[in-house]
């Protein structure tokens, strides 16, 4: 399949098909005799996975680590859980950050009763200071 064919199956951009290729986590395809990139399953699976990793959080760096771990189907799996386990803790981290955020944000609205802009504690606190 050509690469506007392979980014549709997987919902990606031409250019990060590409950007994937340069990094070095997809194989380079095999050339058409026009010069086109012709892909296989195995970059559709590769991609697929590719992916979802990024939808569950885990960087670029681990997703290359992951990568080269799913090519030894007989290495212990404890790599994987480790870096599995960073993410999360990773995710965590986040998530304390987006709960600090709406705590503050809660604040802000219960204080705001005014009713005009001029009034208004919301766009007083984030506005700079003066």
Known sequence: ?????????????????????KEGLIPLPARSA?????????HLHRLSFIRRSRDLGFSLAQVRAL?????????????????????IAEIDRKLADLSKLRAELVRKLDCCSGTTIGDCRIIEALAPEK
């Open 1 to 21: 399949m050509k690469i506007g064919a392979l980014a549709k199956l997987t919902d990606t951009r031409v250019a990060t098909v590409r950007f994937y290729e």
């Open 34 to 42: 026009g010069n086109y990139r012709l892909y296989e399953a195995e």
């Open 67 to 87: 990568l080269a771990l799913a090519d030894d189907t007989d290495a212990p799996c404890a790599e994987v859980d480790a870096i599995t386990a960073a993410n």
